[in-house]
T-cell receptor
């Protein structure tokens, strides 16, 4: 079962980097690691995804461990607008094309 | 460009009534998904459409729930004989295609359904 484990909540100061961890020890070789976030009262929003190599985009960076059993979403400078629930999701063959959401990490950003 | 739109944004209905929720995906997106989010249950997958293929209905919680997608674009989720446990936010998403690794899903703002 392609499951992920994330901390229930984290807190960050505005303008500082945030590292959101995710464990996925049962990941298989074809599973992609996706991150979505959900701002209050909105639908989820795609953030980033990767397979083996670290990835960067305009929103964040994704660091993937060499053994792929864990990954970290990095927000380089947190803003108040980044306060959201962050979901680490494995896109696995067994799930087909659907997203399987866990509880995610609630990120609070302090000004 | 225009994102995924859903209507209505809010719907209050009496127990036992039928409701229809609408989703307009992003133009050109061939894949369409329905999820729902309820307190204490998190986000759960309901149904998935891809082109002309048979839909993946594996997440529909009961036979009171059905969905269709006409002309490969607009989709309607129908809940018959609504129950209070159907109260939730119903989210629609679309993506450019299938392939679990490469296509991100774009979500609409959701329809908040309240069954009284």
């Amino acid at each position: 079962d392609a499951k992920t484990t994330q901390p229930n909540s984290m807190e960050s100061n505005e303008e500082e980097p945030v590292h959101l961890p995710c464990n996925h020890s049962t990941i298989s070789g074809t599973d992609y690691i996706h991150w979505y976030r959900q701002l209050p009262s909105q639908g989820p929003e795609y953030v980033i995804h990767g397979l083996t190599s670290n990835v960067n985009n305009r929103m964040a960076s994704l660091a993937i461990a060499e053994d792929r059993k864990s990954s970290t979403l990095i927000l380089h400078r947190a803003t108040l607008r980044d306060a959201a629930v962050y979901y680490c999701i494995l896109r696995a063959m067994e799930y087909g094309n659907k997203l399987v959401f866990g509880a995610g990490t609630i990120l609070r950003v302090k000004s | 460009g225009a994102g995924v739109s859903q209507s209505p944004s809010n719907k209050v209905t009496e127990k036992g009534k039928d409701v229809e929720l609408r989703c307009d995906p992003i133009s050109g997106h061939t894949a369409l998904y329905w999820y729902r989010q309820s307190l204490g249950q998190g986000l759960e997958f309901l149904i998935y459409f891809q082109g002309n293929s048979a839909p993946d209905k594996s997440g529909l919680p009961s036979d009171r729930f059905s969905a269709e997608r006409t002309g490969g674009s607009v989709s309607t989720l129908t809940i018959q004989r609504t129950q209070q446990e159907d109260s939730a936010v119903y989210l629609c998403a679309s993506s450019k295609g299938q392939g679990q690794g490469t296509y991100e899903q774009y979500f609409g703002p959701g329809t908040r359904l309240t069954v009284t």
